[in-house]
């Protein structure tokens, strides 16, 4: 366990915000195109049961130095389990699995757009740039590994990393799937 704050936090954090940005945008559309006080009695039960959205701060401000590794993995759970009962709640009230894809592809199609600009990169590049994006618990915890061969990656996964929190949710693994 570490006892100062490294890159790997840092990168780590940066995996949570990309969850909590999308959890943001999910709220917004779904405000834009229904009512916005019934939207707000859906989150904010939620976000009192899970945690509220963290600060824009630097992580160095949000974090005791000597909770490191604890710290980070409650702000995982609490970024995952909202997300999950945010998307079921709203699947729920408004039956809308259409607004919730375009806003999960709305968060990809700019990941991509980022990605398009590094320029001559193999595949073994692709893949560690796109795993910025994927939070996948603690790196030490080691839940996924790839291989290369043959002009292809295989990413495998050790464990369900996030069907743990939308089952938990009661959300549908399918609908999962066709989220992430």
């Known amino acids: 366990m570490s006892a100062f704050l490294g890159p790997i936090h840092e990168w780590l954090y940066q995996q949570i915000k990309i969850i909590e940005d999308r959890e943001r945008k999910l709220v917004r559309n ?6 916005n006080k019934e939207v707000e009695e859906i989150v904010n039960p939620i976000r009192e049961e899970y945690g509220e959205l963290k600060e824009e701060a630097p992580l ?12 980070l993995e409650s702000a995982i759970i609490s970024a995952q389990s909202r997300e999950a009962a945010i998307v079921r709640d709203f699947y729920d009230s408004f039956a809308d699995k259409e607004l919730l894809v375009e806003s999960y592809k709305g968060q990809a199609e700019n990941i991509a757009n980022q990605l398009k600009s590094e320029e001559d990169l193999d595949l073994s590049e692709v893949f560690k740039n796109l795993n910025n994006y ?7 915890d080691r839940l996924s590994e790839s291989t290369e061969s043959e002009n292809k990656i295989i990413w495998e996964h050790k464990a369900r990393l996030h069907q743990e929190f939308w089952e938990e949710a009661g959300v ?9």
């Open 172 to 180: 549908e693994i399918d609908l999962m799937h066709s989220l992430y």
């Open 30 to 35: 779904f405000s834009k195109k229904y009512d």
């Open 60 to 71: 160095s401000q949000l974090i005791d130095g000597n909770n490191i590794h604890p710290w």
């Open 134 to 140: 994927f939070l996948e618990r603690m790196p030490c």
